[in-house]
Nanobody, 122 residues
Framework: VQLQASGGGLVQAGGSLRLSCAAS????????GGWFRQAPGKEREFVAA????????CYADSVKGRFTISRDTAKSTVYLQMNSLKPEDTAVYYC????????????????WGQGTLVTVSS
């Protein structure tokens, strides 16, 4: 299984970015997908997750209303649309997958992708 994250970059505060996570070896029609982030000097934190059974996302309070998680099962890809970005959103963003939704929420997914760096300038 491989998860390939992409789409990070440098953006000004208030701007938008869309992250993508392309999976090989599993499909998001049967696996749950999620995003986490880790800022310098901080622990990795949960950002968002989407169930294989539903298009409804679950979000950390810090990103609710600004970020949207979605998936394209045909492309085995999960997306994270990030709007109204703030400097405090600066972090390395990681995608993840697990057959159990609870494992994503508890930060213990079976599969991790490599990170993609998001930098938000003020």
């Amino acid at each position: 299984v491989q998860l390939q994250a992409s789409g990070g970059g440098l953006v000004q505060a208030g701007g938008s970015l869309r992250l993508s996570c392309a999976a090989s070896g599993l499909t998001f029609s049967t696996y749950n997908g999620g995003w986490f982030r880790q800022a310098p000097g901080k622990e990795r934190e949960f950002v968002a997750a989407i169930s294989w059974a539903s298009s409804t996302g679950c979000y950390a309070d810090s990103v609710k209303g600004r970020f949207t998680i979605s998936r394209d099962t045909a492309k085995s890809t999960v997306y994270l649309q990030m709007n109204s970005l703030k400097p405090e959103d600066t972090a390395v963003y990681y995608c993840a997958a697990d057959s159990l939704y609870s494992n994503l929420i508890s930060k213990s997914p079976a599969y991790w992708g490599q990170g993609t760096l998001v930098t938000v300038s003020s």
